[in-house]
């Protein structure tokens, strides 16, 4: 009996270690709740993890109800997830890593994408800025992660990145030239339009 039951303790035992072991996939989830705990961001980039809107809400809740009270940055743990989370003003920020996740290295994300947002809001880090300038926040979350990996922990590098892209948008561009364009035809034809309206009340 002791000798069966040997290899299967140290094969499951090999298993847990490997389950340990630190993967490049380092966050599971972001999210930004207000003081009220609604979501105003999120991304979960494991999609086992709460595959629902439903799931991914109670998630969200249980983690708020559990951490709203806190006035300094604070590390939780929630569901057997890691959490490092923030608050300023009437905005609560969450970073979510595995069970067996480096705190440190959930920390310097958390830091890295407060710091940026920080810059961007031009430090009115509260909800109606953040808000007024969604798409510069899911810009910031874009380049410090991807898929779960950490692409940057440098708020400075982020900033620098986010500006390239908001200034090299030529579709942007494009669609704005084409606008201007579409509007002095339209001006055009409606002009037109009035003068052979003129001429002819003038001949009859």
Same mark, same amino acid.
């Given at each position: 009996?002791?000798?069966?039951?040997?290899?299967?303790? =140290?094969?499951?035992? !090999?298993? #847990? @270690? *490997?389950?340990? /072991?630190?993967?490049?996939?380092?966050? $599971?989830?972001?999210?930004? &709740?207000?003081?009220?705990?609604?979501?105003?961001?999120?991304?979960?980039?494991?999609?086992?993890?709460?595959?629902?809107?439903?799931?991914?809400?109670?998630?969200?809740?249980?983690?708020?109800?559990?951490? =709203?009270?806190?006035? !300094?940055? #604070? @590390? *939780?743990?929630? /569901?057997?997830?890691?959490?490092?989370? $923030?608050?300023?003003?009437? &905005?609560?920020?969450?970073?979510?890593?595995?069970?067996?996740?480096?705190?440190?290295?959930?920390?310097?994300?958390?830091?890295?994408?407060?710091?940026?947002?920080?810059?961007?809001?031009?430090?009115?880090?509260?909800?109606?800025?953040?808000?007024?300038?969604m798409d510069?926040?899911?810009?910031?979350?874009d380049e410090?992660?991807?898929?779960?990996?950490?692409?940057?922990?440098?708020?400075?590098?982020?900033?620098?990145?986010?500006?390239?892209?908001?200034?090299?948008?030529?579709?942007?561009?494009?669609?704005?030239?084409?606008?201007?364009?579409?509007?002095?035809?339209?001006?055009?034809?409606?002009?037109?339009?009035?003068?052979?309206?003129?001429?002819?009340?003038?001949?009859k």
């Open positions: 009996m002791t000798a069966q039951t040997c290899p299967r303790q =140290h094969q499951r035992t !090999t298993m #847990e @270690i *490997a389950s340990l /072991e630190p993967s490049l996939y380092t966050v $599971k989830a972001v999210f930004i &709740l207000d003081n009220d705990g609604h979501r105003l961001l999120s991304k979960y980039y494991d999609t086992e993890l709460y595959p629902s809107m439903k799931e991914q809400k109670n998630f969200e809740n249980n983690v708020f109800n559990k951490t =709203h009270k806190a006035d !300094t940055d #604070e @590390i *939780a743990f929630v /569901e057997g997830m890691t959490i490092v989370y $923030k608050c300023s003003i009437d &905005l609560f920020f969450y970073v979510v890593g595995s069970a067996q996740e480096n705190e440190l290295m959930l920390m310097a994300v958390l830091n890295c994408l407060f710091e940026s947002l920080s810059q961007i809001l031009r430090k009115n880090v509260e909800r109606r800025c953040l808000l007024d300038n510069g926040v899911f810009l910031v979350v410090i992660i991807d898929g779960g990996v950490i692409l940057e922990s440098d708020p400075q590098q982020v900033i620098q990145k986010v500006n390239y892209r908001a200034d090299e948008n030529p579709l942007s561009e494009q669609s704005v030239a084409q606008h201007i364009t579409d509007k002095l035809a339209m001006t055009s034809n409606i002009m037109q339009s009035a003068k052979e309206q003129i001429k002819w009340s003038i001949l």
